[in-house]
C-alpha cells in the first residue's frame, strides 16, 4: 500500500473543499477532497464554485468520499440534496463519514411549499385585521371602565390606596420632566415670536402679537407640547415596564398573591398623569410664554411690561380652564394608552419593542386627535 | 485511519483542547479587592467530559466565561484548540465553541427552528434551503421534533429550551462544547433524558465537553474527570473516584454528605464513569 499524502512531511493540506473528476473503470469517479464543513463555505463565492462542480453530478455516479479532510453535518447535507436524498450506489467512505451521512439521510425533512398569497388569504387577513383592533378597543374600553370601578374601591377606603405608588410616578414623570418640556416650551416660544413678528410688522400690528402668542400658546400649544413631550417620555417608560413586567412574570406573580394590576399599576399611572400633565402644561405654557415675550421684546421692541399688560386682555380666563381641563385627559390618556399596550405585552422581546413603538405612536395621535375634538366641541360652545 | 483524519482538522494537533496556566482571577471594589482565582492550573484533553464543581462563589462560571473569552484573565493565559483565547471571538466562532447557557439564551423573537439556524445564516454564503435542512436535522438530533421548530421559545417547556440550546450551540459541529449547568431546573424525567441525549451526542459527535455542574448525579453520568476548584485554584483534577478518595474538607462536604451517600451508590450504579 502506497504511503497516503498526509504522512509525507512536505505535505501541506488544501483545505478548501472541491470535487475532482477521475478516470475509473466504471465511468467516471468523483473524489470529494478538502474540508468539507460549513466554516469553509463562509468563504465568499466558495458555495458558487462548488456548485458549478457538483452540476450534473448524482448518485447514479461513483462518489468517493474517504480523502475528505472533514464532512460536517452541514457538508454532509449539501452532498445528500445533490443526490436527490437518495444514497449512491457505489459509495466509497470512511466510518465516521457513514454516521454523520446516516444522520442527516434520518432528519432531512421534505420543507413544506410556502403558501401562496391569494385573494381569499388578503381577505381573511383583512379579516383578521378589523377583529384585532376591535379586541384592542374592546380591552381599552374595559381598562377604562375598571378604572372607574377602582375609583369607586379607593374613593370608598382611601387608606388602602397605592399613595406611595401614586407619589413616586408624580415624582418620575413631572418633577424630573421639568428641564426638558421647559427648554423645548422657551424655544418654541422664541421661534413663534419670530416669524408671528415678521408677519405682522408689514401690517405695523406689532401690538397684536401679545394675542397671537397668547391664545396660541395658552390654549393650544402648550398643553399639547407637553402633552406630546410626556406621551414620548412617560408612555413609553409605563408600556416598558409593565411589559418587563411580564416577561419576567411579575404580573402573574402579582395577580396569584391577588392583587389587582388595574388597581396597583394602572390606577396610580393614571391619577400622576392626571395631577401631572396639567401641572407640567402650566410650566411648558409659562416658557413659551417668556421665550416668545424675550423674542417679542428683540424683534420689536414690545417691553415685557407691555406684554404682562396686554395679556389678560387678549386672553380671557376661560382658555385657562379650558387648557388645564385639556392636559387633564391627555394625561389619563397617555397613562391608560401606555399602561393598555403594556398589558398586551407577550413575553419576548419582540413584542415588548413593538408595544412600547405602539404606545408612543398611539398616544401621541390619540392627544392630537383629541386636541382637534376640543377644538371644535368648543369653538361651538363659544369660549 | 479515521483517527489520523480527525487529528488533522484541528488547528494543532496533539495540543489539550483547552490549556489554562497561571490564572489569576481579581475583582476590586473600591473598598474590597476579591482573589477568585490565584495560579490555577488546568488542561482539558481531547474526547474528555471534564467537570467542574466547587462551592458557590469558587468561580466556576467565571472560569467557563474566561475560556469563552467573554471574561479576560487578571493575569495568565488561556489557550484554546491551540490558539489565545482573544482570537476566538472571529467571525465563524460558532464552528469552534459550543456554548449552552444555564437559561438557554434563545433570542425570543425568533423561532426555535431559527434560533437554531441563526449561526449558519449569519455565515450568509449559504442558501436558505439549505440551512434550514442543516437546523432540521440538528433540531431531531437533540431529540425535538420536525413541528416543534415552528414554536417561539416562549411557548417551550425547560428541558426543551435546553435541547433547542443545545442544538444552536452544535449547528456548526464545534468540537469542544461547554455547559453551564445543563440540568439545571429540570425535573429528574427531563434531567435524564438530557443527561442520556448528552453522553449520545458526545460519543457520536466525538466533542470535548467542559461543564459546571452542581447536580450529583449529572456529575457522575457524565464525567470522565472532575475538577474540584477550592482555595482559589484546582485542588484536584482526576477521574471520579480519585477524586472522592482526596482528602479535603469541600471535598468531604460535597461529595460524603448526605448526598455523598447517594452518590457513592450512582457511582456504583454507572461504571462508566469509573
Redesign the interface.
Known amino acids: 500500500m502506497a504511503t497516503p499524502p ?1 504522512m509525507h512531511p512536505d505535505f501541506m ?1 488544501d483545505f478548501t473543499p472541491r470535487i475532482e473528476q477521475q478516470p475509473a473503470p466504471e465511468g467516471v469517479r468523483l473524489r470529494v477532497l478538502g ?1 468539507w ?3 469553509q ?4 463565492r ?2 458558487k464554485t462548488l456548485r458549478a462542480g457538483l452540476a450534473g453530478t448524482s448518485a447514479q455516479q461513483a462518489w468517493d468520499l474517504s480523502e475528505a ?2 464532512l ?3 457538508g454532509a ?2 452532498l445528500w ?1 445533490q443526490w436527490g436524498r437518495q444514497w449512491p450506489s457505489n459509495l466509497a467512505l ?3 463519514q457513514k ?1 454523520v451521512l446516516e ?2 439521510a ?4 421534505v ?1 413544506p411549499k410556502p403558501r401562496k398569497t391569494t385573494w381569499m388569504g388578503s381577505y381573511l387577513a383583512l379579516g383578521a385585521w378589523v377583529l384585532h383592533a376591535g379586541d384592542h378597543l374592546k380591552s381599552f374600553v374595559r381598562l377604562i371602565g375598571q378604572l372607574a370601578l377602582n375609583l369607586g374601591t379607593l374613593a370608598r377606603a382611601p387608606q388602602e390606596g397605592p399613595w406611595r405608588d401614586l407619589t413616586g410616578h408624580i415624582y418620575r414623570i413631572g418633577a424630573t420632566a421639568l428641564p426638558i418640556t421647559a427648554l423645548v416650551g422657551f424655544l418654541i416660544g422664541v421661534v413663534l415670536a419670530y416669524l408671528t413678528s415678521q408677519q405682522l410688522r408689514q401690517f405695523g400690528a406689532d401690538a397684536y402679537i401679545v394675542n397671537i402668542l397668547g391664545i396660541a400658546l395658552i390654549r393650544e400649544l402648550g398643553p399639547m407640547l407637553a402633552a406630546i413631550l410626556i406621551a414620548g417620555r412617560s408612555g413609553s417608560a409605563i408600556t416598558a415596564q409593565i411589559g418587563v413586567m411580564r416577561v419576567t412574570d411579575e404580573l402573574d406573580a402579582m395577580r396569584v398573591m391577588g392583587i389587582s394590576h388595574s388597581f396597583r399599576l394602572v390606577m396610580p399611572r393614571a391619577m400622576a398623569l392626571a395631577v401631572v400633565m396639567p401641572l407640567i402644561s402650566v410650566w411648558t405654557t409659562l416658557c413659551a410664554l417668556a421665550g416668545g415675550m424675550l423674542a417679542a421684546d428683540v424683534s420689536l421692541g414690545i417691553t415685557p411690561t407691555f406684554f404682562l399688560n396686554a395679556l389678560p386682555q387678549a386672553v380671557s380666563i376661560g382658555n385657562l380652564g379650558l387648557a388645564t381641563s385639556k392636559s387633564v385627559v391627555f394625561g389619563m390618556l397617555i397613562a391608560l394608552i401606555g399602561c393598555h399596550f403594556g398589558l398586551r405585552v ?5 413584542s415588548l419593542g413593538e408595544g412600547t413603538t405602539a404606545s408612543v405612536v398611539t398616544s401621541i395621535t390619540v392627544v392630537i386627535l383629541v386636541d382637534a375634538l376640543f377644538a371644535v366641541l368648543f369653538k361651538e360652545v363659544g369660549i | 485511519m479515521a483517527e489520523e483524519l480527525a487529528e488533522a482538522l484541528l488547528p494543532a494537533s496533539g495540543a489539550p483542547m483547552v490549556d489554562i496556566r497561571k490564572l489569576w482571577s481579581v475583582f476590586e471594589t473600591p473598598e474590597k479587592r476579591f482573589v477568585v482565582h490565584q495560579d490555577l492550573d488546568l488542561t482539558v484533553q481531547r474526547g474528555e467530559v471534564l467537570s467542574i464543581v466547587g462551592g458557590s462563589g469558587s468561580g466556576k462560571t467565571v472560569l467557563l466565561r474566561q475560556i469563552l473569552g467573554l471574561e479576560s484573565p487578571t493575569k495568565g493565559e488561556i489557550f484554546v484548540l491551540g490558539q489565545p483565547v482573544g482570537q476566538l471571538g472571529r467571525k465563524g466562532a460558532a464552528s469552534r465553541i459550543g456554548m449552552l447557557f444555564q437559561h438557554g439564551a434563545l433570542f425570543s423573537a425568533f423561532s426555535v427552528l431559527e434560533n437554531i439556524a441563526f449561526p449558519l445564516r449569519e455565515l450568509r454564503t449559504l442558501p436558505s434551503a439549505l440551512v434550514r435542512e442543516a437546523a432540521m436535522v440538528k433540531l431531531q438530533m437533540v431529540g425535538l421534533k420536525p413541528e416543534d421548530g415552528d414554536k417561539m421559545p416562549s411557548d417551550l417547556s425547560g428541558g426543551m429550551i435546553k435541547r433547542a440550546a443545545l442544538a444552536r450551540a452544535l449547528i456548526m459541529d464545534p468540537p469542544l462544547l461547554l455547559l453551564d449547568e445543563p440540568t439545571a431546573g429540570l425535573d429528574p424525567d427531563s434531567s435524564d433524558g438530557f443527561v442520556t441525549l448528552l453522553r449520545s451526542l458526545h460519543r457520536e459527535l466525538e466533542l470535548t465537553v467542559i461543564m459546571v455542574t452542581h447536580d450529583l448525579d449529572t456529575l457522575f453520568e457524565l464525567s470522565t474527570r472532575i475538577a474540584v476548584v477550592a482555595d482559589r485554584r484546582v485542588i484536584v483534577a482526576a477521574a471520579p473516584k480519585d477524586v472522592i478518595a482526596f482528602q479535603h474538607p469541600f471535598i468531604h462536604d460535597f461529595f460524603l454528605g448526605e448526598r455523598g451517600q447517594r452518590a457513592m451508590e450512582l457511582l456504583r450504579e454507572y461504571p462508566f464513569a469509573v
Open positions: 498526509w493540506p474540508q464543513t460549513a466554516a463555505f463562509a468563504q465568499p466558495l458555495l479532510e472533514q460536517d453535518h452541514v447535507q449539501l440534496d470512511l466510518p465516521q454516521a444522520r442527516v434520518r432528519f432531512t425533512v420543507p407577550q413575553p419576548n422581546t419582540q
